[in-house]
Nanobody, 125 residues
Framework: QVQLVESGGGFVQAGGSLRLSCAAS????????MGWFRQAPEKEREFVAA????????YYTDSVKGRFTISRDNAENTLYLQMNSLKPEDTAVYYC??????????????????WGQGTQVTVSS
């Protein structure tokens, strides 16, 4: 079992930045491909970014490419999402998630086994 706790959300004006963190516990963090997802009110949960268990590869949805950066610190058991040039349409609850060990990273929510409780990000225009 992997426990995930997000932090770092908040309220920011358009063009601003936030860094989300996801603290992991319970298993060897470095074994797990990780991802960030988000869900806006009345919308489906959508993929934002993923990172391989080794950290050697990353993948982003088109709408955040060049603005968001996913990274991980395996020594600190922490996943990050640096969000720059934020837009009102980035407003959502952001979730970190872990797949099962050593799988290829994925953009499909159904392929993630463990989820955090979410952190709210609100971007004003």
């Amino acid at each position: 079992q992997v426990q995930l706790v997000e932090s770092g959300g908040g309220f920011v004006q358009a063009g601003g930045s936030l860094r989300l963190s996801c603290a992991a516990s319970g298993r060897t963090f470095s074994d797990y491909p990780m991802g960030w997802f988000r869900q806006a009110p009345e919308k489906e949960r959508e993929f934002v970014a993923a990172i391989a268990w080794s950290g050697s590869a990353t993948y982003y949805t088109d709408s955040v490419k060049g603005r968001f950066t996913i990274s991980r610190d395996n020594a600190e058991n922490t996943l990050y999402l640096q969000m720059n040039s934020l837009k009102p349409e980035d407003t959502a609850v952001y979730y970190c998630a872990a797949q099962h060990r050593f799988l290829p990273m994925s953009y499909r929510p159904g392929e993630y086994a463990y989820w955090g409780q979410g952190t709210q990000v609100t971007v004003s225009s």
